[in-house]
């Protein structure tokens, strides 16, 4: 069988064209014409080989398969080939929320349940990012009255 779209082989029992990503139907339609031969371009078949140019394709060598009803699909994927994006955990996310802990916590509250490890990642740099900044005020006074200590006993 072939794509009535791009006129590429497909399965017999393909749904969706792997090529050009149209959906195949099977419409009973009033002209009698198969709906392999309803595209105008591309091979119909094993008996149009000889018009299919350099090697297959659309015919007498032409390399748009769209008739210029269809726009280009240029880079499109079938719905059935989309797939989510891997919920992986990264470091970057950690650094990232590491060094802006706001916007660490907005992520995570927005993936945790989307993406469970990228959002775990960035609310524990968020929550490192916090602990670090808590550690390093108390040590900032700790120093200043040890400083101060020292200056008001050496005053004496």
Not at 70 to 88: E, F, I, K, L
Request: aromatic share 12%.
């Amino acid at each position: 069988m072939f794509c009535r779209f791009c006129g590429k082989e497909i399965s017999e029992d393909s749904r969706f064209c792997p090529h050009c990503g149209k959906v195949l139907q099977a419409e009973d339609n009033a002209s009698g014409i198969p709906p392999e031969r309803e595209g105008g371009f591309g091979p119909k078949g094993p008996e149009d080989a000889s018009f299919s140019g350099f090697g297959g394709g659309a015919p007498y060598g032409n390399s748009n398969p769209h008739n210029g009803n269809t726009p280009p699909n240029y880079g499109s994927m079938p719905p059935y080939a989309r797939q989510p994006a891997p919920d992986v955990p990264n470091i970057g996310w950690g650094v990232l929320g590491f060094f802006f802990p706001l916007i660490g916590l907005i992520m995570f509250l927005v993936w945790h349940d989307e993406y469970p490890n990228r959002a775990r990642m960035c609310g524990k740099g968020a929550l490192i990012s916090v602990i670090v900044g808590v550690g390093a005020a108390i040590l900032m006074f700790v120093f200043l009255f040890a400083i101060l200590g020292l200056v008001s006993f050496s005053a004496l």
